[in-house]
């Protein structure tokens, strides 16, 4: 065994000491079928909500208001008649949802914000932390990748000199190298020295400027083994320099702190749910709804993480073999609206006006949406367009958008590289426009 392996391997024994058993389960039930993966789901799903009504009053509240006492002959299809938990209630409600740590023998601070701009703070028990790191490991397996092999990480912007020390030190025993933003990535010259590296990821938008940087200077490295992006949208024309320069797509991992790892792209391109470890919901107003199945210390049941999700076809089978659900696209938030005078239309729109346009006509478009005022919308643009482009642009979000007056700006710093990108900024008071329009 190697000293880095070694590193990892007593890290993992001490910090989350019942991984090593999710890990076998979860390479086991991957070749599951179907009925036994729901059967499991099941099974999972009466266990987590008999421990939330005794443990949690929040959720004993919904379930009694719900008309659920006796949870033993509980049905997923059932789920349907819980009302949905949002964000603000886990924030308004928090010591409500938290059960209390002293039932756990270890739990840990989590704290997220998304891309709501909320904080929310919850303590995740080890059991549930251990189950959520097996996931992932199993997602990387698929790739043939360890976890204690050298990797590059674009994530985790922080002003404080301290906790970067502190983060550092912590990267270096899980063998990581981080990078905090663009210019630390320029200044250190990473693109140079890429070949000590077996794979990379993290915010998408951050690949897809490192991919960007090693096109200009001539660089290609097809030895990585992954190149993972999450948390943010990925858009084609990232894929087509991704492929360029590293010989692979970037794939997708899509989950959040609260809800865990809900899915992970296979070798094939298909993105399998965790069935193992989420039961996913589909609501028409609502988008996709979550319930953790291992979230016993700060239970997460019907959450409505604000996202449109497009499912495949249950039919269709993935070359793996893995009988998992699989996620087609995911196409951005749903409840950030682009506002016009009477109407409301969802900013996931956006997506499909530039994907549309990079299929149709071949336009790459790095691009930036902010809304000042109701009814009309800037996009912004890195590099000045053609006015054959900006016809496009405007005929294109007119189909969509016909009552939305639409002005195109360059601004070449738009592209936030410290954090999370947003692809749309309401600078609006949307309660306000909702009543008006209703």
């Not at 704290?111 to 790191?133: A, K």
């Not at 190298?177 to 993290?202: A, H, M, N, P, Q």
């Not at 959450?303 to 196409?331: A, N, Q, R, T, W």
């Not at 409301?344 to 729109?349: E, G, L, N, T, V």
Request: proline letters at 3%; one cysteine or more.
């Amino acid at each position: 065994m190697n000293f880095k392996k070694l590193v990892y391997k007593l890290g993992q024994a001490w910090r989350n000491p019942s991984l090593a058993g999710h890990l076998r389960s979860l390479k086991a039930s991957q070749e599951w079928s179907r009925k036994d993966l729901l059967k499991l789901q099941e099974e999972k799903l009466r266990s987590l909500l008999s421990f939330a009504f005794k443990h949690s009053p929040y959720y004993r509240e919904l379930l009694q208001n719900a008309g659920y006492d006796n949870l033993h002959e509980f049905k997923v299809k059932d789920l349907q008649y819980i009302p949905i938990t949002f964000k603000h209630h886990l924030i308004d409600q928090n010591s409500k949802v938290q059960v209390e740590r002293s039932l756990f023998k270890k739990t840990f601070l989590c704290e997220t914000s998304g891309s709501s701009g909320q904080i929310l703070t919850f303590y995740r028990d080890e059991n549930w932390d251990s189950f959520n790191r097996a996931v992932q490991l199993r997602s990387y397996s698929w790739h043939d990748v360890q976890p204690w092999e050298p990797n590059l990480y674009f994530w985790g912007y922080n002003k404080s000199a301290l906790k970067k020390r502190k983060i550092r030190f912590l990267d270096t025993l899980v063998n990581r190298k981080r990078i905090f933003d663009y210019d630390e990535l320029v200044r250190e010259k990473i693109y140079g020295k890429l070949d000590k590296f077996s794979f990379i990821e993290g915010y998408s938008s951050m690949l897809y400027e490192f991919a960007l940087l090693l096109e200009k200077q001539g660089e290609t490295y097809t030895h990585l083994k992954m190149v993972k992006g999450t948390s943010e949208m990925i858009y084609p024309h990232y894929q087509e320099v991704a492929n360029k320069v590293f010989g692979k797509k970037i794939i997708s991992e899509y989950g959040a702190a609260e809800s865990g790892l809900i899915a992970f792209e296979c070798p094939h391109g298909n993105m399998h749910i965790n069935m193992e470890g989420v039961i996913l919901e589909s609501d028409p107003n609502e988008g996709i709804l979550v319930t953790n199945l291992s979230s016993y210390s700060f239970p997460v049941i019907r959450y409505s993480l604000g996202d449109f999700v497009k499912l495949k076809s249950e039919d269709f089978e993935c070359p793996c073999g893995m009988k998992h659900p699989i996620v087609e696209e995911i196409s951005g938030r749903i409840g950030h609206n682009l506002l016009s005078e009477k109407k409301r239309y969802p900013s996931f729109i956006l997506y499909y006006v530039f994907k549309n346009l990079f299929f149709n006509e071949g336009l790459k478009i790095d691009y930036q949406a902010h809304q000042y005022k109701i009814g009309e919308m800037e996009i912004w643009f890195k590099k000045p367009l053609e006015p054959k482009v900006e016809e496009l642009i405007t005929n294109e979000f007119a189909k969509y958008c016909p009552d939305i007056k639409l002005r195109l700006v360059i601004n070449d710093n738009f592209r936030s590289v410290r954090g999370k990108l947003k692809d749309f900024i309401n600078h609006l008071n949307e309660e306000q426009h909702e009543q008006e329009v209703s």
